[in-house]
């Protein structure tokens, strides 16, 4: 058997392996999508009709409700009814988020309300037993909601939040990961509130209040909402008040995840190697006009983003959809100075990765994050297009032939004028999250089309590279009003 129909064959299998298992942690549960006081929800619970008691689940800055999908398998197995959320501004509620960012009357109050109002709309039932958690950014939104809710448990995972005093919340477990340095000082000194002795993985309790800051080994932001020793915490946490199961066993979701996302990358391989033998590469660009392809796109892209308007009312879209297309006219108008040119494309290789792409992202949404176009988001993917096809082109011009070295630096060069552009202009860095959504942008999309092109051309892969640089960044950033 040839090596690349053999690679494939255990890429497919990987990839079946990896959604059996993702959706056979749904056994014996009941998941409906609906809304709740306008905010789209997932509620997860025990295949019954029971009244359970509730958990509200929050998602933290840039996150959705599949991010908080391991939470809301293990809750749903203990014998309560979890329900995840999507906050304005993120997934697919379409309604961006309101209020100054800067402010705790501006936007944190604002998506308190809402939580609050959500809260509410379920406590409205046979059983108004309710417990919050929030991650990140929500943690300080619980906090703030366990104000007005009176819940019988708080958890606040990877938590800042200024709203916690000696009193309240009143039942609260503060989780953080073992690489959250700050963070981890932040939970120990909440939980030095109520005990001056205090130490992490310890519950201390002091008339009526009960604090826990507690660490999970190895992860860091986004690992512990994954990691089974972290769900368990909040599991045994969360039931203690209640007469409930409280048994239910933490999911492998971040394993499978990563095994299915591997294994649709890995399969790129084998489908490349349908178009032919490697390509020739053409001529590198010469260490001087790469290291002017590198420098001259710098003032002339920071200066775009800082200068562009917002575009939609809508916040940092306008300056990154300019820093991109600034960076491109620059970098293509030197590397064509210099005669560098792409090669022609095969158009089947172009449908190919596109239809690779949408099952990655398919992928992604159902498991992983929310990572699709709804609402302004579509309007968003069409203003940042232009810009993001004369990046990508700007950026195979000088790559294509390059070494690894040059490819990196290339890669993190426009990343950090981009982060100077925030920097210089801080409204802009309400994006930040395009950081390292580019940087896996590239490791993922990048090695993808790499692969193609080695052998079908960069002609046809290089339009859809830019179009799906365009979607990720619509579909990752967080939908702010100015």
């Given at each position: 058997?040839?090596?690349?129909?053999?690679?494939?064959?255990?890429?497919?299998?990987?990839?079946?392996?990896?959604?059996f298992?993702?959706?056979?942690?749904?056994?014996?549960?009941?998941?409906?999508?609906t809304?709740?006081?306008?905010?789209?929800?997932?509620?997860?619970?025990?295949?019954?009709?029971?009244?359970?008691?509730?958990?509200?689940?929050?998602?933290?800055?840039?996150?959705?409700?599949?991010?908080?999908?391991?939470?809301?398998?293990?809750?749903?197995?203990?014998?309560?009814?979890?329900?995840?959320?999507?906050l304005?501004?993120?997934?697919?509620?379409?309604?961006?988020?309101?209020?100054?960012?800067?402010?705790l009357?501006?936007?944190?109050?604002?998506?308190?309300?809402?939580?609050?109002?959500?809260?509410?709309?379920?406590?409205?039932?046979?059983?108004?037993?309710?417990?919050?958690?929030?991650?990140?950014?929500?943690?300080?939104?619980?906090?703030?909601?366990?104000?007005?809710l009176?819940?019988?448990?708080?958890?606040?995972?990877?938590?800042?939040?200024?709203?916690?005093?000696?009193?309240?919340?009143?039942?609260?477990?503060?989780?953080?990961?073992?690489?959250e340095?700050?963070?981890?000082?932040?939970?120990?000194e909440?939980?030095?509130?109520?005990?001056?002795?205090?130490?992490?993985?310890?519950?201390?309790?002091?008339?009526?209040?009960?604090?826990?800051?507690?660490?999970?080994?190895?992860?860091?932001?986004?690992?512990?909402?994954?990691?089974?020793?972290?769900?368990?915490?909040?599991?045994?946490?969360?039931?203690?008040?209640?007469?409930?199961?409280?048994?239910?066993?933490?999911?492998?979701?971040?394993?499978?995840l990563?095994?299915?996302?591997?294994?649709?990358?890995?399969?790129?391989?084998?489908?490349?190697?349908?178009?032919?033998?490697?390509?020739?590469?053409?001529?590198?660009?010469?260490?001087?006009?790469?290291?002017?392809a590198l420098?001259?796109?710098?003032?002339?892209?920071?200066?775009?983003?800082?200068?562009?308007?917002?575009?939609?009312?809508?916040?940092?879209?306008?300056?990154?959809?300019?820093?991109?297309?600034?960076?491109?006219?620059?970098?293509?108008?030197?590397?064509?100075?210099?005669?560098?040119?792409?090669?022609?494309g095969?158009?089947?290789?172009?449908?190919?990765?596109?239809?690779?792409?949408?099952?990655?992202?398919?992928?992604?949404?159902?498991?992983?994050?929310?990572?699709?176009?709804?609402?302004?988001?579509?309007?968003?993917?069409?203003?940042?297009?232009?810009?993001?096809?004369?990046?990508?082109?700007?950026?195979?011009l000088?790559?294509?032939?390059?070494r690894?070295?040059?490819?990196?630096?290339a890669?993190?060069?426009?990343?950090?004028?981009?982060?100077?552009?925030?920097?210089?202009?801080?409204?802009?860095?309400?994006?930040?999250?395009?950081?390292?959504?580019?940087?896996?942008?590239?490791?993922?999309?990048?090695?993808?089309?790499?692969?193609?092109?080695?052998?079908a051309?960069?002609?046809?892969?290089?339009?859809?590279?830019?179009?799906?640089?365009?979607?990720?960044?619509?579909?990752?950033?967080?939908?702010?009003?100015?």
């Open positions: 058997m040839r090596p690349a129909i053999l690679f494939a064959a255990l890429s497919v299998v990987a990839v079946a392996l990896a959604v298992m993702l959706e056979r942690e749904r056994d014996g549960l009941s998941v409906v999508r809304e709740i006081a306008s905010v789209p929800v997932t509620i997860w619970r025990p295949d019954t009709t029971a009244p359970l008691p509730r958990v509200l689940v929050v998602h933290g800055y840039a996150g959705s409700r599949q991010m908080m999908r391991a939470i809301a398998i293990t809750l749903a197995r203990s014998g309560l009814e979890a329900v995840t959320l999507d304005p501004g993120h997934g697919r509620n379409p309604e961006p988020m309101t209020g100054d960012v800067t402010r009357d501006g936007a944190t109050a604002v998506l308190t309300q809402r939580v609050v109002a959500v809260a509410r709309a379920l406590a409205d039932g046979p059983d108004d037993r309710l417990a919050l958690l929030g991650h990140s950014m929500a943690t300080d939104i619980v906090v703030r909601a366990a104000e007005s009176d819940p019988a448990s708080v958890v606040a995972i990877s938590m800042y939040s200024e709203a916690v005093t000696p009193e309240r919340p009143a039942r609260l477990l503060i989780l953080s990961g073992a690489r340095g700050r963070l981890r000082g932040i939970a120990l909440a939980a030095r509130l109520v005990e001056p002795d205090a130490a992490e993985d310890e519950t201390v309790s002091s008339q009526g209040i009960s604090r826990r800051a507690a660490v999970v080994p190895v992860v860091g932001h986004v690992g512990v909402l994954y990691a089974p020793e972290g769900l368990r915490e909040v599991r045994d946490w969360i039931v203690a008040p209640w007469d409930v199961p409280g048994n239910g066993r933490p999911p492998a979701t971040a394993l499978w990563l095994f299915l996302l591997a294994g649709i990358v890995a399969l790129t391989w084998p489908l490349a190697r349908a178009f032919g033998p490697v390509r020739p590469p053409a001529p590198a660009p010469s260490a001087r006009t790469a290291a002017v420098i001259l796109p710098i003032p002339a892209a920071v200066s775009a983003a800082v200068l562009a308007p917002d575009l939609f009312g809508l916040m940092a879209f306008g300056p990154l959809a300019a820093f991109l297309a600034a960076w491109g006219v620059v970098q293509i108008a030197v590397l064509w100075r210099a005669g560098h040119r792409l090669s022609g095969r158009l089947g290789a172009a449908f190919l990765l596109a239809a690779w792409a949408i099952l990655f992202v398919l992928a992604l949404d159902r498991y992983g994050a929310s990572f699709v176009l709804t609402g302004p988001r579509l309007a968003v993917a069409a203003a940042l297009l232009p810009g993001a096809l004369l990046f990508v082109y700007g950026d195979a000088l790559t294509s032939a390059a690894f070295s040059l490819r990196l630096t890669r993190a060069v426009p990343l950090a004028a981009l982060l100077g552009a925030m920097v210089i202009d801080p409204p802009i860095g309400v994006a930040f999250t395009v950081l390292p959504v580019t940087v896996l942008f590239w490791v993922v999309f990048g090695t993808a089309a790499g692969w193609m092109a080695g052998r051309g960069s002609g046809g892969v290089v339009p859809v590279l830019g179009g799906l640089l365009a979607f990720a960044f619509a579909a990752s950033t967080p939908i702010i009003a100015i």
